[in-house]
């Protein structure tokens, strides 16, 4: 089935450390996005790619960083410069243009990965 | 529109009531609307969308209604279930940026049986 798997769905990890979130998808979407999502909050964009190996910063970009050598894949790496890193995270496709009338640009999500700093 | 920091407003309703979710939007611009339905420990799932060329779009239970004099989005949730409880979010996207939504703070829907 087409979708979009995030790995791992926990993860813990140790205040200093850069931790690498996986995010793969099969719908040949061209863009690709995180979002991260704290607790009774809303969702807010780290970083997204249009095509590969481009992207580009979101509203909080700030202690994350990503790569785009796959059209299928999008990593996100929370450094140890993220101050507050505990949250879910979200990974998203979408389709780049609107083709015919089904094409919307509609963002399509994974499970999330929850990541807890010890 | 996004609202960063805040907490979510909530909404709780008996089972079989209808309910209404709404949402304040900041671009004149957008053009697209998604209501998305979120569960707890999941990610966001597609309800529901409009362009702005409309102002209502009906699916099974549910509606939205456009109102782009005032910028303001509503969903409409008929004859409420227990499995309807979860977090709601609205997302637009503007003329030219494809594929990049930006969601609103959500709400969340309670319901009792």
């Known amino acids: 089935d087409g979708g979009i798997t995030q790995s791992p769905k926990y993860l813990f990890r140790k205040e200093g450390q850069n931790v690498t979130l996986s995010c793969e998808q099969n719908?040949?979407?061209?863009?690709m996005y995180w979002y991260r999502q704290d607790p009774g909050q809303g969702l807010r964009l780290i970083y997204y790619?249009?095509?590969?190996?481009?992207?580009q910063k979101g509203d909080i970009a700030e202690g994350y960083s990503v790569s785009r050598e796959k059209k299928e894949s999008f990593p996100l790496t929370v450094t140890s410069a993220q101050k507050n890193p505990t949250a879910f995270y979200l990974c998203?496709?979408?389709?780049?243009?609107?083709?015919?009338?089904?094409?919307?640009?509609?963002?399509?999500f994974g499970e999330g990965s929850r990541l807890t700093v010890l | 529109g996004e609202s960063v920091g805040l907490h979510l407003p909530t909404l709780s309703v008996q089972e079989g009531d209808n309910s209404i979710i709404n949402c304040a939007y900041s671009?004149?611009?957008?053009?697209?609307f998604i209501w998305y339905k979120q569960e707890s420990g999941k990610g966001p799932q597609f309800i529901i969308d409009?362009?702005?060329?409309?102002d209502k779009r009906q699916g099974q239970r549910v509606t939205v209604l456009l109102n782009k004099t005032v910028k303001h989005l509503s969903l409409q949730i008929a004859a409420t279930q227990p499995g309807d409880s979860a977090v709601y979010f609205c997302?637009?996207?503007?003329?030219?940026?494809?594929?990049?939504?930006?969601f609103g703070q959500g709400t969340i829907l309670t319901v009792h049986p």
């Open positions: 998203a496709s979408s389709a780049l243009r609107d083709r015919g009338p089904k094409g919307t640009g509609e963002l399509f």
């Open positions: 719908l040949n979407h061209d863009a």
């Open positions: 790619s249009q095509i590969v190996n481009d992207f």
């Open positions: 671009n004149s611009a957008s053009d697209y």
């Open positions: 409009i362009r702005s060329n409309m």
């Open positions: 997302a637009e996207k503007g003329g030219t940026s494809y594929g990049k939504l930006t």
